[in-house]
């Protein structure tokens, strides 16, 4: 998913496929290594120009209701206006962007995904943001400024968030009998009992079309797929904790416990309405794509956090979200930053942002905004719902992307959908995964380490 969009109008998602063919950089800077929550360093560069000098800004986004959010900002400072270009989202938009910055026009501000933020660096596209952070980064939670900080620099500032959790028929699960798990072992064991049941029934889908959904859960199990030191990557998509996750999934689903296919296809929106699918590992964004698909159950869904990998621990990953990102090669960078810190923590723009985009913010002290005081729509029996999401989403932690995620998330729906087709190992899917993702940035003339 692109974005924490909480409204029944999602993009629902962006895979990156393709953005090899922009001709990435071919060896990665100094600058970007781990994604981590240091401290920026004292010498970050300092932007050019007075913040409150008039200026015209060009701002390439999609995301919806954007353009009244940026007319608050227009109104109050009739010297500094934001221009809203709509653009298509992921690959498009991706390409589009590196191709400005090439011919030496790109737009002063870049809307982008978290996944997309490597590619941008790498391509030299997106300004350091260091001297801004030291302003804006208590505004956020560590896990979610980690998103947009790599190698104790910043080049974004986060702009919303899809920290995951679990949706689930609360009508059903009262009619079956069934207890809502709160460990993953409690989720398999429920699962069985599902089938044993109504074996029309199953607790939940694998899906192998979402990678950025398994993503999501290997976050959540502890995986650190890419870390970068100095300009070498290591690679550790079939780590211990992503290993434990397929197997897990893998066993339940070639078992046929677990059914093993695709969301997002009219047989799952008609397993989301008539009760075949039980419950959704999903996000923040999760209510608003049940109006969409599943408007007759409106009411008989109820969020709880995520099943955890060991009793009373508390963790969840991200699926979708985004930041916003200045140019390299803005000449407008001191007003463009201005512009960033406002759009992105002023709780007026926060506000907006929930009413006429309906996005979750990243900034905490948006996801307590007075547009979520209510629930979502499909969901009335759930007035805490915001509340309660709030504190699930100060759990949530990401990990570094690399620059190839496009080929790592097309690998992901090739292997993962034979390894159903076949009943086969998905933990053997994760080892191609890694392989195929490591050749991948061997060729493109990355430095790796062998781990």
């Known amino acids: 998913m692109a974005r924490s969009t909480i409204g029944p109008a999602v993009g629902r998602r962006s895979f990156l496929r393709g953005v090899a063919g922009v001709g990435l950089a071919a060896t990665l800077p100094a600058a970007l290594a781990a994604c981590s929550g240091d401290d920026e360093p004292d010498a970050a560069p300092q932007p050019s120009g007075d913040p409150d000098a008039p200026a015209k800004l060009t701002f390439w986004t999609w995301t919806t209701g954007i353009d009244k959010v940026v007319a ?59 001297s801004l ?91 650190n797929w890419w870390a970068n030191d100095n300009g070498t990557w290591t690679v550790s998509i079939n780590d211990e904790p992503t290993k434990k996750l397929a197997k897990f999934w893998g066993d339940l689903v070639n078992a046929g416990t677990l059914q093993g296919k695709p969301m997002y296809t009219p047989e799952w929106n008609k397993a989301m309405s008539d009760g075949t699918l039980l419950a959704w590992p999903s996000a923040i964004w999760g209510a608003g794509v049940l109006q969409g698909v599943a408007p007759t159950t409106k009411g008989k869904w109820t969020m709880v956090p995520m099943p955890q990998w060991e009793s009373g621990t508390a963790t969840t990953g991200f699926w979708g979200g985004s930041a916003t990102a200045i140019a390299a090669k803005s000449k407008q960078s001191a007003q463009a930053q201005k512009f960033v810190k406002w759009l992105n923590t002023d709780p007026e723009a926060l ?30 029996n759930q007035p805490t719902f915001f509340t309660e999401a709030a504190d699930i989403a100060k759990t949530a932690r990401g990990f570094t992307w690399a620059p190839n995620v496009n080929v790592t998330y097309s690998q992901y729906s090739d292997l993962f959908a034979k390894a159903i087709q076949t009943k086969g190992d998905f933990g053997a899917a994760v080892d191609q995964l890694q392989a195929a993702s490591v050749a991948d940035l061997k060729k493109q003339g990355f430095q790796i380490k062998e781990s």
Do not use: C
Request: glycine fraction near 10%; hydrophobic fraction near 40%; charged fraction near 15%.
């Open 72 to 130: 608050i900002w227009n109104k109050k400072n009739p010297n500094q206006q934001v221009t809203v270009s709509a653009q298509a989202q992921g690959e498009e938009l991706l390409t589009k962007i590196v191709t400005a910055h090439r011919a030496g026009n790109p737009p002063d501000l870049i809307h982008a995904e978290y996944q997309a933020l490597p590619v941008l660096i790498t391509n030299g596209v997106t300004a350091d943001l260091s």
């Open 133 to 223: 952070a030291g302003e804006v980064k208590g505004a956020f939670t560590d896990g979610t400024w980690g998103l947009t900080s790599f190698g104790g620099k910043t080049y974004a500032i986060p702009q919303d968030v899809g920290p995951m959790m679990l949706y689930y028929r609360s009508d059903l699960f009262e009619q079956l009998g069934l207890t809502v798990p709160k460990t993953w072992d409690e989720f398999g064991a429920l699962a069985e009992q599902v089938r044993s049941k109504d074996s029309k029934r199953y607790l939940a889908t694998f899906s192998s079309g979402d990678p950025g959904w398994f993503a999501g859960l290997a976050e959540q199990a502890g995986a």
């Open 351 to 380: 506000e907006a942002f929930v009413s006429f985009g309906g996005i979750y913010p990243a900034a905490t002290a948006g996801q307590s905004t007075p547009a979520l005081a209510k629930a979502p729509a499909m969901m009335p």
